[in-house]
């Protein structure tokens, strides 16, 4: 596996860290503002943001090989497909 | 007797992802619950959530994703052969995840001084949908605190057995899992932060 040699780098992590911050308090100074329904789109746009950050760096994902990739894709596939179908009923009823 | 055990990296690391899925799908039916309750019930929501502490909120996201940055960098440290430095961020994580907890404790004690507890004279009285919303916020941020909790647990196993050479740069695989574990607990709260705290 690459994996195994790969290492990441101390500065990698600190600018992951920083942008996760800078994200965070993205969030919150929009949430100051009142904008409606855009407030739930832009705090969940920010949130997935963060998620991806922290899946592909600090979980090492950008780096892993192909079996792990797949697997944590279908796994998060299975989810929008749990959370979206549910949808289709609830938002039609 | 070492080398005779093949360390199989990839199989224990496709392994500890197993978990964590498991671990998405149990707070992913959660989410699911709170997203039908939110448009369900928008406007309780939003006036339930004006009562939490966004600062509270704030700050422990704040050092959730620090003590995250922590473990991550433990593992490049470990690797490069530096474990004085690798054990001193273990610790720092345990001890930004005492510090959440202990915020939380806060957090929870204003609330149930205030009479909102699950189930609480005071609640009750309350529209169902705030109801709702402050049931989800105590099973939710309570099941979340409940996995920061073990992994104080896990990772001062983890920094005990970096004291005594049990986990180095070689071999790596407890504190690599580990660390996916925390990061997991770090994702969960990115999420529970902005809908909790911040989209009310």
């Known amino acids: 596996m690459s994996d195994y040699e790969h290492i990441l780098s101390a500065k990698t992590l600190t600018i992951v860290w920083i942008l996760l911050l800078i994200l965070t308090y993205i969030t919150y100074k929009i949430s100051q503002i009142n904008l409606g329904y855009f407030n739930v789109l832009a705090a969940l746009t920010v949130a997935t943001t963060k998620a991806a950050l922290v899946i592909m760096f600090f979980m090492h994902l950008k780096y892993e090989g192909n079996v792990i990739r797949y697997m944590v894709f279908i796994a998060f596939l299975i989810l929008a497909i749990f959370i979206g179908f549910t949808f289709f009923d609830v938002s039609y009823r | ?200």
């Open chain 2, 1 to 200: 007797m070492e080398n005779s055990l093949q360390k199989d990296f990839l199989g224990a690391k496709i392994g500890m992802w197993l978990f964590l899925f498991t671990e998405i799908i149990l707070f992913g039916g959660l989410f699911l619950l709170y997203a039908v309750d939110l448009s369900k019930y928008a406007d309780d929501f939003h006036k339930a959530g004006q009562e939490l502490n966004v600062s509270i909120g704030t700050i422990n996201t704040l050092v959730l994703i620090t003590s995250s940055f922590f473990i991550a960098l433990s593992i490049t440290t470990l690797r490069l052969g530096k474990k004085k430095i690798t054990v001193y961020l273990v610790a720092l994580t345990i001890l930004s995840a005492i510090v959440f907890l202990i915020n939380k404790y806060f957090e929870w004690s204003a609330k149930i001084s205030h009479g909102i507890y699950p189930n609480s004279d005071h609640l009750i009285t309350l529209p169902k949908g705030e109801i709702t919303f402050y049931n989800l916020y105590y099973i939710m941020t309570g099941l979340h605190a409940v996995h920061v909790l073990l992994g104080i647990i896990i990772l001062s196993v983890v920094c005990l057995l970096l004291v005594k050479n049990r986990v180095t740069a070689d071999n790596f695989i407890i504190l690599e899992n580990s660390a996916l574990y925390w990061h997991l607990v770090d994702l969960i709260w990115i999420f529970l932060y902005p809908l909790f705290y911040l989209i009310a």
